[in-house]
């Protein structure tokens, strides 16, 4: 297998280093280039300063913080939920949900959407091997008890229209994955079934953290859960940073919505696999690739999920990249 494995000496922003040499950057998952805005900074350095060394307590340790309440408070009303658990990753918040409803309802069905990420699968529990539309059939036919998604396919990029889940019952369960989209597109789902949503915060948002989005009385049960009490809580310095960063992630995320309207209108017609308002395209055009590499752009190449799976080349428009970086790379991908 090729090796596109290179060392970084700090973490890129509209720019990277690859054997001294700059490239502007189109990889990663940094899409709202959080850290290069002088307020999340200047939040960060307040946080380290209250908070200067990692906590590793259990959740329900005697001593709390209210920073994690208020920022879960935040979260929750962003993203149209009643409340939120902050986790240490994202792939905790997806097994901590998913194991919590794996004991709640011990007999019941877990039908996984194709391509669902490993957070909110188990050995027990692999994703659909048919289509998308067939696995959203027959949950819908047979009335599937708990159904796991992610909320857009990655590292190939696919949105997904969630309409069908207004067909749900009010005893089914959806479990969606939304690492890719929030922060970034609006994760609100519309159904009578319960809707869990659980996230990486280390995307969008920049955080070494993740969250699960819920109804109250779910959220509260899930706290009970001994999987989540003896969870390792996410950094509060950082946490304290997102919390009182939210101006930042908002002025991020306008400049995010400009520069992917300006990318993806001059896509049309090209080969490149990408999903409307989402900063993440995809190609395996070996040509492409060597093309953007040679006029100054560097985007990801890896094999996912599998370690031997063939090498995806995925790129994103970050928040950081100037208007004139879209309108070369658009030519580029034109030719």
């Known amino acids: 297998m090729a090796n596109f494995t290179h060392f970084a000496n700090s973490i890129p922003g509209r720019i990277i280093y690859v054997e001294g040499k700059p ?4 990889g990663g998952t940094n899409y709202l280039g959080i850290g290069e805005h002088p307020i999340f900074n200047e939040k960060l350095k307040k946080g380290i300063e209250l908070f200067p060394q990692n906590w590793g307590s259990s959740r329900k340790n005697n001593i709390q913080f209210a920073v994690w309440d208020d920022l879960e408070n935040v979260l929750a009303q962003k993203h149209g939920h009643e409340a939120a658990a902050l986790c240490s990753s994202g792939f905790a918040a997806g097994q901590i949900a998913l194991q919590y409803l794996l004991k709640q309802f011990p007999q019941a069905t877990y039908s996984l959407a194709p391509h669902s990420h490993p957070a909110i699968t188990t050995f027990l529990h692999a994703p659909f091997e048919g289509s998308r539309e067939a696995w959203i059939q027959a949950g819908i036919l047979d009335q599937v008890k708990i159904l796991g998604t992610d909320g857009i396919r990655t590292p190939i990029v696919e949105l997904f229209n969630f309409e069908w889940t207004q067909k749900l019952l009010s005893d089914q ?45 779910l959220i509260e049960e899930i706290k009970k859960e001994a999987i989540w009490i003896g969870s390792s809580p996410p950094n509060l310095a950082f946490c304290y940073a997102c919390l009182h960063a939210q101006e930042a992630y908002d002025e991020q995320r306008e400049k995010l919505v400009e520069n992917v309207g300006i990318f993806q209108s001059e896509l049309k017609g090209t080969s490149i696999q990408w999903a409307e308002g989402h900063p993440s395209f995809c190609t395996d055009n070996e040509s492409i690739i060597q093309r953007l590499e040679k006029n100054g752009f560097k985007m ?13 080349a995925r790129a994103s428009i970050h928040a950081t990249l100037k208007k004139a970086d879209l309108i070369e790379l658009s030519q580029l991908l034109q030719e």
């Open 23 to 26: 490239f502007r950057w189109l």
């Open 300 to 312: 990801n190449q890896f094999s996912y999920p599998q370690w031997d799976d063939p090498a995806i």
């Open 173 to 217: 369960i959806l479990l969606v994955d939304e690492s890719h989209r929030i922060g970034v597109q609006d994760i609100q789902i519309n159904s009578l079934a319960t809707i869990i949503q659980t996230a990486s915060l280390s995307k969008a948002y920049g955080i070494p953290a993740g969250i699960i989005l819920g109804s109250k009385k």
